[in-house]
T-cell receptor, first 112, second 114 residues
Framework: GENVEQHPSTLSVQEGDSAVIKCTYS??????FPWYKQELGKRPQLIID?????GEKKDQRIAVTLNKTAKHFSLHITETQPEDSAVYFC???????????FGKGNQVVVIP | EADIYQTPRYLVIGTGKKITLECSQT?????MYWYQQDPGMELHLIHY???????EKGDLSSESTVSRIRTEHFPLTLESARPSHTSQYLC?????????????FGPGTRLTVT
């Protein structure tokens, strides 16, 4: 099955700086890559996703890039704000069964 | 408003009790999932369903069971709760299709077994 690894496990950034989280996946058939944000005590919520026919997608201060050859994808958060502090999960799916293989999560702390 | 609901939100129960965690969605989704998560930690898939009368075990072995008699309802049952079952349980749903789609999560049930 699919195996998704997420690095680093914890990331501290100064407010206003950029944060980058990288994930690697093992199944070359995977074609859907979402990112979820989970604030303390809240449910995970999708913040951005990308499909394998696209190399980059951007939504305001967040962007995701995908390198299918290297089998990795990254989340980029620019101009970080305190409300960006959360656990971020990457995931991968090969579509047909829509099962998501999640990474272990990354704790992002934005220091004011 | 279309959403996914879980009850109870918090449950403290003694060892050996039978419990059912409820999950309902009004989003019209065919696929539903149960995850087990310690707070802020990894999400472990324990059960999933593609539709009515379809249930499958997930990646993490679990002593719980599920049923899917109605499209909108996907309850999870523990026949005999143990302290090792203490965790947060998240229900999710998604549309069906040949491509991957967003999974929408419920607010979770935080279970404590004493």
């Amino acid at each position: 099955g699919e195996n998704v690894e997420q690095h680093p496990s914890t990331l501290s950034v100064q407010e206003g700086d950029s944060a980058v989280i990288k994930c690697t996946y093992s199944d070359s058939a995977s074609n859907y890559f979402p990112w979820y944000k989970q604030e303390l005590g809240k449910r995970p919520q999708l913040i951005i996703d990308i499909r394998s026919n696209v190399g980059e997608k951007k939504d305001q201060r967040i962007a995701v890039t995908l390198n299918k050859t290297a089998k990795h994808f990254s989340l980029h958060i620019t101009e970080t704000q305190p409300e960006d502090s959360a656990v971020y999960f990457c995931a991968a799916s090969n579509g047909g069964n829509n099962r998501l293989a999640f990474g272990k999560g990354n704790q992002v702390v934005v220091i004011p | 408003e279309a959403d996914i609901y879980q009850t109870p939100r918090y449950l403290v129960i003694g060892t050996g009790k039978k419990i059912t965690l409820e999950c309902s969605q009004t989003m019209g989704h065919d696929k539903m999932y149960w995850y087990q998560q310690d707070p802020g930690m990894e999400l472990h898939l324990i059960h999933y369903s593609y539709g009515v009368n379809s249930t499958e075990k997930g990646d993490l072995s679990s002593e719980s069971t599920v049923s899917r008699i109605r499209t909108e309802h996907f309850p999870l049952t523990l026949e005999s709760a143990r302290p090792s079952h203490t965790s947060q349980y998240l229900c999710a749903s998604s549309v069906a299709g040949m491509e991957g789609y967003e999974q929408y999560f419920g607010p979770g049930t935080r279970l404590t077994v004493t």
